[in-house]
């Protein structure tokens, strides 16, 4: 892998960076987050607002997470399963119960359980990423991010905690990563390799997507990303990694990382066997992001809380400002402004950006 202008103390958070065929201004990233606020799974006004918000000249947002099918979404003002069905999984186990589901009344619930998606249904799930992914560009993003984290589907057929399959989908981590490989694959042949990112979060355990070996299966995803890309002639967008501090793990054991350093060098590792743009994320503050740029542990970094409730945050951390504080029971509301366009700027930003769609 090349040497990152990072490793040579030549770029910060606020310089330039050229992604793929995207020029941007700088390198503070708007996360992908779930909010919540497109009425009856349509996005309204209010978004568009949301997102002009946040805009900067030549900045990049990642948006949040667009469903591929009627079946694809579990959240409030999204979709939940049509006429009740059970979600699709690598699984039929349910989530333990120290999870809960957010129902559309605010209150929380269990969540159902799910049922292993046939090995002859997996490649009309993969169309639907690849029909979303063009659907993404008709609608006037620049590209789309490939959501393989966090316990959404493409993460439980990753994680051995979940996946407890025993066809060619299951078990070992060529197979386990089969089912993401192709839908890169098919999403790629259908928009080309620099539109498309893919987020992954080996060490995070969220909705009990919890692995044996992290590092393991962050390196082996790495690898054959990095094997997809010199087969298509073309690098990748960007691999958007979440760094293991939200982890519920406690101590280090069987190769998850536990403390501050140990959970560093598991990023510093990943960003190392990457061949192309490495984008972090996960509890990440003005400090630690000037920091991960500096040191070249990574070429971009995004932020989600801080962005909620920061608009301008681009323009508070260049200036070094002092930022809003964000409302945490305001997250998941419908309410189109409270919590979600009413937090004040510091002064007005806006402008071009490099938009992506989250599927």
């Keep these: ?54 805009s900067t000249d030549g900045g990049f947002l990642i948006s949040e997470g667009t469903s591929i099918s009627a079946t694809a979404a579990g959240a409030p ?23 809960r589901i957010l129902l559309p009344d605010g209150s929380y619930g269990t969540y159902p359980s799910p ?20 659907n993404a560009i008709r609608a006037g993003f620049d590209g789309i991010e490939i959501h393989s984290a966090h316990g959404y589907l493409l993460d439980q057929f990753l994680k051995d905690g979940i996946n407890d399959r025993t066809d060619g989908f299951g078990g070992s981590l060529t197979n386990r990563s089969r089912f993401l490989l192709k839908v890169v694959q098919a999403v790629v042949s259908a928009i080309g390799s620099y539109r498309v990112g893919v987020r992954i979060s080996p060490a995070i355990d969220h909705l009990d997507a919890m692995d044996s070996n992290p590092l393991k299966l962050g390196l082996h995803v790495v690898d054959q990303l990095n094997e997809l890309q010199q087969q298509v002639g073309g690098k990748l967008s960007y691999l958007h990694v979440t760094q293991p501090r939200y982890t519920a793990y406690g101590q280090t054991e069987s190769g998850r990382p536990g403390s501050e350093d140990e959970e560093a060098e598991f990023m510093r590792t990943l960003r190392r066997a990457y061949e192309g743009t490495f984008i972090c994320s996960g509890g990440f503050t003005r400090k630690l992001g000037v920091e991960a740029i500096e040191n070249g542990d990574a070429d971009l970094v995004s932020y989600g809380r801080l962005f909620i409730a920061n608009p301008d945050l681009a323009l508070r951390f260049k200036l070094n400002a002092p930022l809003n504080k964000y409302v945490r029971k ?7 402004v409270v919590g979600y366009t009413d937090y004040p700027f510091l002064e007005s930003a806006s402008g071009k950006n490099r938009a992506l769609s989250r599927l």
Aim: proline share 10%.
């Design 1 to 54: 892998m090349p040497e990152s202008p990072a490793a040579n103390g030549s770029a910060t958070l606020f310089s330039p960076f050229r992604m793929g065929n995207f020029d941007l201004s700088h390198r503070v990233v708007l996360a992908p987050m779930t909010r919540c606020r497109a009425l009856d799974g349509i996005p309204g006004a209010a978004l568009g607002e949301y997102y002009s918000q946040r």
């Design 77 to 99: 003002n999204n979709v939940y399963q049509p006429g009740g069905m059970p979600p699709i999984s690598s699984t039929s186990k349910p989530i333990s119960k120290r999870w």
């Design 115 to 134: 049922r292993a998606l046939g090995t002859y249904e997996i490649e009309a799930v993969v169309e639907q990423y690849r029909q979303a992914a063009l």
């Design 330 to 336: 305001t997250f998941y509301t419908q309410d189109p």
